[in-house]
């Protein structure tokens, strides 16, 4: 009989018994698209799949540069030395664009990356290139750090989220906690108000986080699974809030993960093995 | 045969094509070994009282891990910690067997169990010695998970319970029920530790004369309304197979005048699960 998915001894047992039933084993560990509170996630859906068990480290809200530790890889490797997965399936980076920052309490680190409206300028302008420099190389330092630990066990899937949304939205969790949101006000303080270019805006910082992560791919390609999944997402229908897809919009992203992990994991796999 | 248009033929390919097959599905069931043993402050069962006394309980969980006949093995004891009832059916011990079939995998969990219990009441012979000290039962149950999103609410596990003794009191018992949960999880170093309140309402129906009673069966109708509250701190070790969890329990029900007084109970629980 089923229990709490969010519960770690619930995700242990239903792993033991996946794995009991003779399903191919992965390892994930990630943020809340692996792990979202309100309803389920894109590994809910691939654990009901039927067709592996998962062992999970997940945590809503967890940051790249806090599963990029010492203490956590060393965590995760163990797990993977000992279960042998056939792949390891990461979310990270997104927490990292939401952190607190001192000078503006009621903010999140994005703020940090923009900069003031001007009508004259273009979306890529509004970057502000210096903190973004900066968040992307501490994005692949960390993402460099976790290829280092666990790639040596398994192929990792990696990705670079979708197209964010400026929506303002907040979520609720548990009946009663709100979160969010985490774009909007940003925008707003720094002056910008107009829906298209902040959405302009979002676009370039999720396409340079996936530049970030394709290039990886091709410089690791046996240790590397770069999933794309901007254009999964239909605008306005697909998410929940700024930063979280609905129920239907995290199935349609678990569905790249299902076909990266049938069509292109062997692929991978097969050359590993070669060498 | 009949023969397919053009345009069906069409729509077939594109069906067969849009989807990347997924090779062997399976359905995996719950084969967790269990146990637990509690102090509750009522030896209650199905809200009837077994004995004024505070109550011993306890159970051990054993799959049998038979292909594509997935057996529960189940073991529990009701028993009096203090003096030995002689108004109530006393100490209680039944050996169950459930069949558990899964209708639909998750992320929306749907199953139905079948089971059969054998019941043995070693102290009802003090009541009256006429009551056969064992009896047999036949149960059915029906669980699904729902959620509520727009509330964050991820999980709403509603269970219908029905069960029906086929040997000393030829009465049935039906029980609805639904539970949420809502909790954190901490790591420290390698160990997760997860704290939840589990809200559970219930309401059941019988035609139950209750212990003390004696005379003629009443009719099918009310049998109680119960609030519970299990506050539970789960430990999680990753790379271990032993989990367990501690549960303080707070319960009241509302119980048919023919089962005694409305009541209220506390209990502790320790339970252990080997993956």
């Known amino acids: 009989m089923s229990g709490e998915p969010w519960d770690p001894v619930e995700r242990d047992r239903r792993y033991a018994s996946c794995k009991r039933a003779g399903l191919a084993r992965l390892v994930s560990e990630g943020d809340s698209w692996f792990d979202y509170p309100p309803h389920p996630n894109i590994i809910d859906w691939l654990d009901g799949e039927g067709v592996w068990g998962i062992k999970r480290f997940e945590k809503s809200g967890d940051t790249l540069e806090n599963m990029a530790s010492d203490s956590n890889l060393s965590r995760i490797a163990s797990t993977a030395q000992k279960e042998k997965p056939e792949a390891i399936l990461f979310s990270a980076g997104g927490n990292d664009l939401f952190t607190d920052i001192p000078e503006q309490p009621k903010l999140r680190w994005i703020w940090r990356a923009l900069n003031p409206y001007d009508a004259q300028q273009t979306a890529a302008e509004h970057v502000n290139a210096l903190a973004w420099d900066e968040k992307k190389t501490e994005l692949r330092r960390g993402f460099v750090r976790v290829i280092g630990a666990l790639g040596e066990y398994a192929p990792i899937l990696l990705h670079g989220y979708d197209y964010l949304t400026a929506s303002g939205e907040k979520v609720k969790y548990d009946g009663f906690r709100p979160a969010g949101p985490w774009i909007l006000p940003s925008m707003q303080d720094r002056g910008i108000n107009d829906a298209a270019l902040q959405q302009a805006i979002l676009r370039v910082l999720i396409d340079d986080v996936n530049q970030i992560l394709a290039a990886l791919e091709t410089t690791y390609p046996d240790s590397v699974i770069y999933v794309n999944l901007r254009g999964t997402l239909r605008p306005g229908t697909d998410w929940m809030n700024e930063i979280h897809p609905t129920e239907d919009g995290f199935h349609k992203v678990e569905e790249r993960f299902r076909d990266a992990l049938i069509e292109r994991l062997p692929t991978v796999q097969q050359r590993r093995n070669a060498t | ?275």
């Open chain 2, 1 to 275: 045969m009949r023969h397919l248009s053009s345009r069906q033929a069409g729509v077939l390919l594109v069906l067969l094509c849009s989807a990347t097959p997924v090779a062997s599905q399976i359905r995996v069931p719950d084969d967790s070994i269990a146990a637990f043993v509690a102090v509750e402050s009522e030896l209650l069962w199905r809200n009837l009282s077994l004995a004024d006394a505070l109550g011993l309980r306890s159970g051990v969980a054993y799959p049998l891990r038979l292909p594509r006949i997935p057996l529960q093995l189940q073991v529990d004891g009701w028993t009096a910690l203090a003096q030995r009832p002689t108004s109530g059916y006393g100490d209680q011990y039944a050996f169950t067997v459930h069949y558990q079939h899964i209708l639909a995998d998750r992320p929306h969990p749907k199953s139905v169990v079948f089971g059969y219990v054998e019941y043995w009441n070693p102290n009802v012979g003090q009541l009256s010695p006429r009551l056969a000290s064992r009896t047999r039962e036949l149960r059915a149950s029906a669980l699904a998970d729902v959620g509520i999103p727009s509330e964050g609410i991820r999980t709403v596990s509603l269970r219908l319970d029905v069960a029906r003794d086929i040997s000393r009191e030829n009465a049935t018992w039906i029980r609805g029920a639904a539970s949420a949960s809502i909790g954190a999880t901490v790591q420290h170093g390698e160990t997760d530790y997860s704290v939840s309140a589990i809200p559970t309402i219930a309401v059941s129906m019988s035609d139950l004369r209750g212990p003390r009673a004696s005379g003629t069966r009443p009719a099918f109708g009310f049998h109680s309304a119960d609030a519970e509250l299990d506050i539970e701190l789960r430990t999680r070790w990753p790379t271990e197979s032993l989990h367990s969890s501690t549960t303080l329990q707070l319960g009241s029900s509302i119980r048919a005048e023919r089962l005694g007084a409305n009541i209220g109970w506390v209990g502790i629980r320790q339970s252990f699960l080997i993956l």
